[in-house]
C-alpha cells in the first residue's frame, strides 16, 4: 500500500474532533483494558503486591499509555497509539513466581534501557524497512481475524445482542456509514441497559491512585531470565505488528522515535509497576482505520481521545477498570470485531494482490492466526520469518 498523502496539517491539534474520534477512541480503551488487563492483575497477584501496590502499577500503566500517546500522535499527526505489553505481562505471569518485588522493579527498568537504546540506535527502523507490504498486511490480518470471528462465537453467549448490533452495522454501512460504529455502540448500550445486562453487582471504589515507589534491585537472574524475555517479546510481538499496523494504514511511522518514547516512559515508571510499554497494533488499527475518520491526516484525533481517556483510567485505577468489567464480553467483542472489519478486508486484500507475493502471503496470514509460539517468541515473528523464506525461495525459484 502506497503512503498515503497528507494535506496541510497546520493547526491547532486538539480541536475539530468528531464522533467517530470519540467513539474510536472509546473503543480502543474498552478493548485495551478488557482483552488483557485480567493477565495484569494475574502478574500482580503472583509477585505478591499489596492494594496500593496494585492500584500504582494500574496508575503508571494508565499514565503511561496515555501521556506517550498524546506524546506521539500530537508530534507526528499520526494515530501512534501505545499499549502496554500484554506478552509480557503473559510472561511475568508465568516467571515472576517467587522473584521479589525489588528484582522483579529492577527487571523491567533493565528492560527499559534496552527498548530505550533500541529506539536511540534507530537499528530497528532499518530492519522493518525489509518487511515486504504483503507479508506485513498478511500478519496484520491474522492478527487481527479471531476479533472477527468473536463477533460469530459470541452469538451463542447472546444472539439477539449480537444480532441487533449487526444489523445495526449493516444499516448504517448502507445509510450512514460514518456513524456506523457509533451507532452500534450506542444500540448495544441501551439494550444492555433495557435488558438489565450489565453487572451491577460489582463494587465501585472511586479512588484516585497513588504511586508507589520500589527502589529496583538488581541481580543477574532475574535480569536474564525476566528482563531479556521481556524485552524480546515486547519488540517482536508487540512492536512489530504495531509498526506493521501503522504501514497498512499507508502510514510512514517514526519507528525510532516511538521506540524511544515508549522506552523512556517505561524507565521513568518501571519502578511504579510500568513494565513495559510498546507501539499498539490491535488497539492501533481501530484508530489508523477509516472508521476513526475518512481523512488519514486527523485520524491521530482518536488516539488523543483515547491518551486522555487512559490517563483518567489511570488516575481511577480499579474503579473504571470494574466499570469495564460490568459490561457483557459480547457488547466488547461485537463492537471491537465490526469496527475492525474494513481494517481486515483491506489487509487480506494487501497481502493476496501480488501474485507472485501470494502464497508467501498466505504462509504469512497462516502462521499468525494459528498463535504457535517457540522459544517464548510468539507467532507475529515466526509468521515473518515463515513468509519471508517462502517469499525468499519462490522469487529465487521463478
Not at 243 to 257: D, M, Q, R
Not at 266 to 281: D, E, H, T
Not at 341 to 359: F, H, V, Y
Not at 385 to 391: A, Q, Y
Amino acid at each position: 500500500m502506497p503512503p498515503v498523502q497528507f494535506p496541510s496539517q497546520k493547526g491547532p491539534a486538539m480541536f475539530g474532533l468528531k464522533l467517530s474520534h470519540l467513539v474510536a477512541g472509546a473503543v480502543a480503551v474498552l478493548l485495551g483494558y478488557t482483552s488483557s488487563v485480567a493477565i495484569i492483575f494475574q502478574a500482580i497477584d503472583v509477585l505478591g503486591a499489596t492494594q496500593a501496590q496494585a492500584n500504582s502499577w494500574m496508575l503508571a500503566l494508565g499514565l503511561g499509555m496515555g501521556i506517550s500517546g498524546l506524546v506521539l500522535s500530537l508530534r507526528y499527526k499520526m494515530p501512534i497509539l501505545t499499549a502496554w505489553s500484554t506478552p509480557g505481562a503473559a510472561l511475568l505471569v508465568i516467571s515472576l513466581d517467587g522473584v521479589p518485588m525489588a528484582q522483579a522493579i529492577g527487571a523491567f527498568v533493565f528492560c527499559a534501557v534496552l527498548l530505550t537504546l533500541t529506539g536511540l540506535t534507530g537499528w530497528f527502523e532499518k530492519l522493518s524497512h525489509l518487511i515486504p507490504d504483503a507479508l506485513g498486511n498478511a500478519m496484520l490480518a491474522g492478527i487481527l481475524f479471531r476479533f472477527g470471528l468473536e463477533i460469530f462465537t459470541s452469538m451463542e453467549e447472546n444472539l439477539i445482542l449480537v444480532a441487533l448490533m449487526c444489523a445495526t452495522y449493516l444499516a448504517g454501512r448502507r445509510f450512514f456509514a460514518r456513524f456506523a460504529i457509533p451507532m452500534v455502540l450506542l444500540i448495544g448500550i441501551v439494550f444492555c441497559a433495557l435488558t438489565g445486562a450489565f453487572d451491577t453487582t460489582q463494587h465501585v471504589n472511586f479512588e484516585i491512585a497513588k504511586p508507589v515507589f520500589i527502589l529496583p534491585e538488581f541481580t543477574l537472574a532475574t535480569l536474564i531470565g525476566i528482563g531479556l524475555p521481556l524485552y524480546i517479546v515486547t519488540m517482536t510481538s508487540q512492536n512489530v505488528p504495531g509498526v506493521v499496523t501503522l504501514k497498512a494504514a499507508g502510514y510512514e511511522p517514526p519507528v525510532s522515535s516511538a521506540i524511544t518514547v515508549t522506552g523512556l516512559t517505561s524507565l521513568i515508571l518501571a519502578p511504579f509497576g510500568g513494565y513495559a510499554f510498546n507501539l499498539a497494533a490491535i488497539t492501533a488499527a481501530i484508530c489508523a482505520g477509516p472508521e476513526a475518520d475518512d481523512n488519514p491526516a486527523t485520524r491521530y484525533k482518536a488516539v488523543v481521545v483515547a491518551g486522555v481517556l487512559y490517563s483518567i483510567v489511570g488516575l481511577l485505577g480499579a474503579a473504571v477498570i470494574s466499570l469495564f468489567v460490568i459490561a457483557p464480553k459480547a457488547l466488547v467483542v461485537t463492537v471491537a470485531g465490526l469496527a475492525l472489519l474494513n481494517t481486515i478486508a483491506a489487509s487480506l486484500t494487501g497481502a493476496l494482490k501480488e501474485a507472485d507475493q501470494r502464497e508467501a502471503g498466505l504462509v504469512t496470514f497462516m502462521t499468525t492466526v494459528s498463535g504457535i509460539s517457540f522459544f517464548g517468541i510468539g507467532a507475529p515473528l515466526w509468521a515473518l520469518v515463515f513468509g519471508g523464506l517462502t517469499s525468499l525461495i519462490l522469487t529465487r525459484k521463478a
